[in-house]
Nanobody, 114 residues
């Protein structure tokens, strides 16, 4: 499975961004997908996940501001990020697990200035 994340950038607090993660090499519709982030000096943390049945889960810090969604026709998972805060700054990664193997995309950097 190959994952390619995109959509990061430099924004101001309160702005919005949409991240995309395109998957290939597997049947996308059966995959649970997740977005993770790593801020400088911090461990990587889960931000949002979505199952093949569209069940979603969010970190408390992003609930009500971020929305994860998927488009199986495009083999893509999205992360809509609204009301961004400086503490949302970090490298964002998409991830999936198939047959017990962890797959990570290269990260995309999100920087939120105050």
């Amino acid at each position: 499975v190959q994952l390619q994340a995109s959509g990061g950038g430099l924004v101001q607090a309160g702005d919005s961004l949409r991240l995309s993660c395109a998957a290939s090499g597997s049947i996308f519709s059966i995959l649970a997908m997740g977005w993770y982030r790593q801020a400088p000096g911090n461990q990587r943390e889960s931000v949002a996940t979505i199952t093949s049945g569209d069940n979603t889960n969010y970190a408390d810090s992003v609930k009500g501001r971020f929305t994860i969604s998927r488009d199986n026709a495009k083999n893509t998972v999205y992360l809509q990020m609204n009301s961004l805060k400086p503490e949302d700054t970090g490298v964002y990664y998409c991830r999936t697990v198939q047959y017990g193997i962890d797959y990570w995309g290269k990260g995309t950097l999100v920087t939120v200035s105050s």
